[in-house]
């Protein structure tokens, strides 16, 4: 077996179902294209591992299906590529749990900073996306001549494996891995007849003409000077040679086409090479997984936002310099904020008006989590975060036609789970705790929560509505380690987007009735107009 190219571990793995990409990739072989949808599927369930996370925890609540929908975009020579996104939203939410992993991958990162080598690297997914798209070509385009289709994708292949060898042969990240597979396989048998054949295919004879033009430019004349075989190439066989086994084939009662012959011939390469094209393929996830980071990284900086890739450690308090939001990309660009937590396992409670930013920071602190924690660019100038064993999530939800609990109870279910999924270093992201009831029933919950939460000591952001409970509750601690920051507000009683120590001294209802227009004089003109028009 050749040296798995893998781009995402430390020791190399295959993540997919081989047994099942082999079957797939054999059958669009011979039948001439058409593995689209199994094979989408099959690349997509590649499975990352060593990993604790659970995606159904926070996947809905930080958007992941949008930021690789709008983020994790492949652009080859000004065209974008399409990307494997169920792969891609597989892998970011199954974030490694050990610092080898992190490391491995932000030194390919780092590496993938130098231009000259980002170009091959996109090259090289243009090529792997060639192929697989040969495999999930409609079978009427190989109807015309199926065994030109098939040659098709053994030359891809061979291009593919060709570039391997060669541009990156000096990476000294996990891209190496590259250049060992590519060598291993060229040193092999079966890439001499993959080789053989194609020679054979492009080179089975050289022919030199002399040609003679009339004055009104028709051929006079044409003649051939020489005609010189490839007879060197492996599957040469000589004119008499020829006869003479068709003749023997034909004694024997057996009629073979040149055509069966050669597919036959060609189908007997495929099966020597079918499996260096199951990590080939592998690796069209995970050059997307990086290549999209740098559509990130690209992205943020037209918009003068700035990204890093996280500095990781096993426990130390968690800082973010200039941290965003990317899910505000489709809104303009957002505001940086700065946020850090005073020691390592912290909880921080946070307060402010509506519309002061307070979900979307939660938001932006998850995602920082969880790209930085994928050995990826953090929406972040600069990022400390300690590594997790699980990113948990909760936001306040809204009713849907087949919810069987309230608003409370559906939160509630939600705690339930935490504390069933929770481990000693998770990530707790928890928007408007218990809002769903009245602030007496809602303080005693959440001091529970406060309380078992200590318990685990999680790094945990809880945001709260109930503006007296916070002062309270920082003037009187229940529990140790608990930090408090507010919403930063200009003269105008609007936001800043910025966070600071303390708790908000108002929600600002009143200011925001205003902004919305929401006041007695207000209702009461819209009121009478609309009397007024019956």
Avoid at 52 to 80: H, I, M, P, S
Avoid at 171 to 197: C, M, P, Q
């Amino acid at each position: 077996m050749i040296p798995v190219p893998d781009l995402l571990h430390p020791r190399a793995r295959l993540g997919l179902d081989g047994e099942a990409l082999a079957e797939l990739l054999e059958a669009a072989f011979l039948a001439g294209g058409s593995g689209g949808p199994g094979l989408d599927r099959t690349l997509a369930a590649s499975h990352p591992g060593g990993s604790t996370w659970q995606a159904e925890f926070f996947r809905d609540e930080l958007f992941l299906d949008d930021l690789v929908e709008d983020c994790c975009k492949v652009v080859v020579d000004g065209n974008e590529l399409p990307v494997n996104r169920v792969f891609l939203r597989h892998t970011l939410a199954q974030a490694p749990c050990d610092l080898e992993t992190v490391r491995f991958r932000q030194e390919i990162v780092r590496e993938l900073e130098d231009d000259e080598l980002r170009a091959k690297t996109l090259a090289l997914y243009g090529q792997l996306f060639s192929m697989l798209s040969l495999f999930k070509a409609p079978m009427r385009r190989a109807k015309l001549d199926v065994t030109l289709f098939r040659l098709e994708i053994l030359e891809v292949a061979r291009r593919a494996i060709e570039f391997m060898e060669s541009e990156f042969a000096d990476s000294v990240s996990g891209l190496s891995r590259l250049h060992e597979a590519a060598r291993e396989i060229r040193a092999s048998r079966e890439y001499s007849h993959l080789e053989a054949l194609l020679d054979f295919d492009n080179h089975l004879a050289r022919l030199r003409f002399r040609i003679r033009v009339g004055a009104d430019g028709r051929v006079r004349d044409l003649v051939l000077e020489k005609l010189a075989e490839n007879v060197r190439n492996p599957f040469y066989r000589g004119p008499w040679t020829r006869l003479w086994d068709r003749l023997t084939s034909l004694r024997r009662g057996f009629e073979f086409s040149n055509r069966e012959l050669l597919n036959r011939t060609v189908h007997a390469v495929y099966s020597g090479i079918g499996d260096w094209l199951k990590p080939l393929l592998q690796l069209l996830g995970h050059l997307a997984f990086y290549l999209s980071a740098f559509s990130f990284r690209d992205r943020a900086r037209a918009m003068g936002l700035e990204v890093s890739l996280a500095e990781v450690g096993e426990d130390g308090p968690l800082e973010l310099t200039d941290l965003f939001n990317p899910l505000l990309f489709r809104q303009g660009t957002p505001v940086p904020c700065t946020v850090a937590t005073d020691e390592a396992e912290a909880i921080v409670v946070v307060t402010g008006p509506n519309s002061g930013g307070k979900t979307r920071l939660l938001q932006a602190i998850g995602l920082a989590q969880m790209l930085g924690q994928a050995g990826l660019y953090t929406p972040a100038a600069r990022a400390r975060l300690p590594i997790v064993d699980g990113l948990f999530a909760s936001s306040t939800e809204g009713a849907s036609v087949d919810q069987r609990e309230g608003r409370l109870g559906t939160e509630l279910i939600r705690i339930r789970d935490l504390f069933g999924g929770i481990g000693n270093r998770s990530l707790v992201l928890m928007d408007e705790l218990c809002s769903g009831t009245n602030p007496s029933e809602a303080t005693r919950i959440v001091l529970m929560v406060l309380e078992l939460l200590r318990e685990v000591r999680p790094v945990a952001f809880i945001t709260t509505h109930f503006l007296d409970f916070g002062r309270r509750l920082a003037e009187q601690p229940p529990v140790t380690g608990l930090q408090f920051l507010q919403v930063a507000m200009n003269e105008d009683e609007s936001s800043t987007y910025q966070f600071v120590s303390g708790v908000a001294p108002t929600s600002l209802a009143a200011a925001t009735a205003r902004r919305l227009g929401v006041n007695r004089e207000q209702l009461s003109r819209l009121l009478h107009r609309d009397r007024g028009s019956t």
